[in-house]
């Protein structure tokens, strides 16, 4: 074979390497896509989220609860759904003021959907000491459902439900304050999560 046509030969060898490495860089099509094919990131746990305001509180009050922690228990079995802070140790809002105890939100049936006081909300509970160190301290108790009081409007919506896995939601409505010298008092409550079993 002469000089010439080997470099032909070459030209021609070296054309189809980069037309081939061409393609495979180029996205896939179709329903092929490279994002059907690459397993997904796993979504991130932030835990618990929540506000709440009434007259117990200087002003309304944010509490963060990581999903890491072992302050945060969750139940997602047996067609039930439990979110409880049981904290080791004083547990504060954002602000430093105020401490939370204990806090317990429930349904049942545990699914997709929303539950409302009325149609699945099995639990909403809290308690806190408010205004810690200062002349307005005191401990607060509170729920949807007080045993002297009226039953009051909350409703938690779950995003997402995998049973004993995870739970992605939200919840909001009113409490009421279940102190004896207290129980004329209403507070407000918003909240989001992401937790896992």
């Known amino acids: 074979m002469n000089r010439s046509m ?9 054309m189809l390497c980069a037309g081939l490495l061409s393609a495979c860089a180029e996205p896939a099509t179709g329903s092929a ?14 835990g618990l989220r929540f ?11 944010t509490f963060e609860v990581p999903g890491d922690t072992q302050q945060l228990r969750v139940h997602l079995y047996d ?41 699945g909300v099995t ?3 809290f308690d806190f ?8 301290q005191q401990g607060s108790s509170m729920s949807f459902r007080p045993s002297k009081g009226e039953l009051q409007p909350i ?3 779950m995003e ?8 992605v939601g939200s919840f909001s409505g009113k409490l009421q304050r279940t102190n004896i010298k207290s129980r004329h008092e209403i507070y407000n409550v918003t909240g989001t999560f992401n937790v896992i079993d």
Request: hydrophobic share 30%; glycine share 12%; no cysteine.
């Open 51 to 61: 506000t709440i305001g009434g007259p117990a509180f200087s002003e309304p009050a």
């Open 129 to 136: 000491d408010t205004d810690i160190g200062t002349e307005r």
């Open 79 to 119: 067609n039930m759904f439990t979110l409880k802070v049981s904290p080791n140790d004083s547990l504060r809002s954002t602000d430093g003021k105020h401490v939370v105890s204990g806090m317990v939100i429930g349904t049942q049936p545990a699914g997709v959907g929303e539950s409302t006081q009325t149609a």
């Open 6 to 14: 080997k470099s032909v030969l070459g030209t021609l060898g070296m």
């Open 33 to 46: 896509k490279a994002s059907d094919t690459t397993p997904a990131a796993a979504e991130p746990v932030d």
């Open 123 to 125: 639990d909403a509970t």
């Open 160 to 167: 997402s439900y995998q049973e004993g896995e995870r739970a």
């Open 155 to 157: 409703r938690i919506v």
